[in-house]
């Protein structure tokens, strides 16, 4: 998602950094928290730059360029 974006739309809990306060933190934002609105408006700008069909192929396409 973030990769796809250019910027972060959700935070990536990696290694250490996943702890249950984390997630705890980070599970709230999606699903009460003030930032739950953008997320779903980046989510929307997320599936249109995918487009339908053929998503997959378009993602990994756009992973191997920016890569």
Do not use: C, F, H, W
Not at 5 to 11: A, D, Q, S, Y
Request: proline content about 1%.
């Amino acid at each position: 998602v973030n990769l796809i974006m250019g910027r972060e739309v959700v935070k990536e809990l990696i290694q250490n950094e996943l702890t249950s306060k984390n997630l705890k933190m980070e599970l709230s934002k999606i699903v009460a928290g003030p930032e739950r609105e953008r997320i779903l408006s980046d989510y929307k700008v997320l599936r249109e730059k995918l487009g339908g069909s053929g998503a997959s192929q378009l993602a990994a396409r756009l992973i191997v360029e920016n890569v």
